[in-house]
């Protein structure tokens, strides 16, 4: 396929490695931190013991986990090659290419970390233009801030979790917001026990409760899930039902979504939005503002750019910076990429290591075979 080549030249000329990724995976890293979305689309398999397979859909975790058995707490990574999975337009295999920067001190918030944005945004240019596009567009969108704006809402930690996964979504999130407004989204239990467990978040007898009735009707593990998963989710739930989002968040949240902008607007936009809903999130205001300027020189007047509030991308492990491009006079993005600080943890890091990457459809690049 065209383009390949270009790109493993333009990753060896950034001095970016090139680990070995196997064509078959373990299902469960993917299973266990990508969304809904992409959940569904994965081509599984078991071997010989009964585990389960899949055809490698994307490259972010296997370079993670690669990362993760290595020894080094940095790392430069690119990748090319085919992966599988559904897609709602063109074939189930087709090829990516893409660099991830894994560790160091590129922390939340700190300066490094607005640097490795920008270079991240920058590099997938560059590879684009390595390919020939000269013309184009980007979407900016930021989780962070909307987190900030969660907690500036003071709502539960179990909501703010639950609309966080929905982001990006819109309708999804419109569901959310309509059972969180709603009056009748209770959890009820006819056992009393149970009933007086869940008031209290009791979890240690809500377990106790799901560990008895699991050994009387000798069920295993549903879905793979213990006892103390199945627990985990149940006191989830309760919490969820514990509140009811107020007429005045739900119309702040609303507005907040509705915001799209140029980026060269967005700060100024994000600062008036804070001081008309009386909102205290300006730190956060602050960090966007100073990655946003560095964005805007690295772009160039061939790139046009926006920030949409609600933008987000289908897959849970996004924190903070999400971003795709287009071809000039595309409808679909060309490459994709953002900030995914927490995914070392989810895969089993004992702490957080930060990590920012994109991702580029080689099929849709032009003078690639469709």
């Not at 969180?180 to 209290?200: M, R, T, W, Y």
């Amino acid at each position: 396929m065209p383009h390949i080549a270009e790109l493993q030249k333009f990753f060896a000329e950034r001095k970016f490695s090139m680990p070995e990724i196997p064509l078959l995976q373990p299902a469960d890293p993917f299973l266990d931190t990508v969304g809904e979305d992409l959940r569904r689309r994965i081509f599984m398999t078991h071997d010989l013991g009964g585990a389960s397979l899949c055809l490698r859909p994307e490259f972010t975790i296997p370079v993670c986990l690669a990362h993760l058995n290595g020894t080094n707490e940095y790392g430069n990574y690119a990748y090319c090659g085919n992966v599988f999975r559904q897609r709602r337009r063109g074939p189930e295999e087709f090829y990516q290419a893409g660099m991830e920067i894994i560790g160091g001190n590129q922390g939340a918030g700190t300066p490094e970390s607005i640097n490795s944005d920008v270079d991240c945004v920058a590099n997938a240019l560059d590879a684009l233009a390595h390919c020939g596009m000269e013309k184009g567009s980007i979407i900016f969108g930021d989780k962070a801030i909307f987190e900030a704006l969660l907690l500036a809402l003071e709502l539960p930690e179990a909501w703010r979790s639950r609309l966080g996964r929905a982001f990006g979504d819109r309708q999804k999130f419109e569901n959310d917001l309509q059972l969180f407004a709603s009056s009748e989204h209770g959890i009820k239990s006819k056992d009393s026990e149970l009933h007086l467990a869940l008031e209290h978040m009791n979890r240690q007898v809500v377990t106790d409760w799901v560990v008895d009735k699991m050994v009387l009707a000798n069920l295993p593990a549903k879905g793979g899930r213990s006892a103390v998963d199945i627990a985990k989710r149940t006191i989830t739930k309760a919490d969820l039902a514990a509140t009811q989002l107020g007429a005045e968040q739900r119309r702040i949240l609303t507005a907040f979504l509705d915001i799209e902008v140029p980026l060269a607007d967005a700060v100024n936009e994000l600062r008036n939005f804070s001081i008309s809903m009386n909102l205290d999130i300006d730190h956060a205001i602050d960090i966007f503002a100073r990655r946003a300027e560095q964005l805007i020189d690295k772009t160039g007047s061939q790139i046009s750019t926006s920030w949409r509030a609600n933008f987000g991308r289908p897959l849970d492990y996004y924190t903070g910076i999400v971003f795709e491009i287009f071809h000039e006079d595309s409808l679909i993005p060309t490459c994709g990429g953002g900030r995914y600080d927490h995914l070392m943890n989810l895969l089993g890091a004992e702490n957080e290591i930060p990590a920012i990457g994109f991702s580029i459809w080689i099929d849709r690049l032009r003078g690639s075979i469709k």
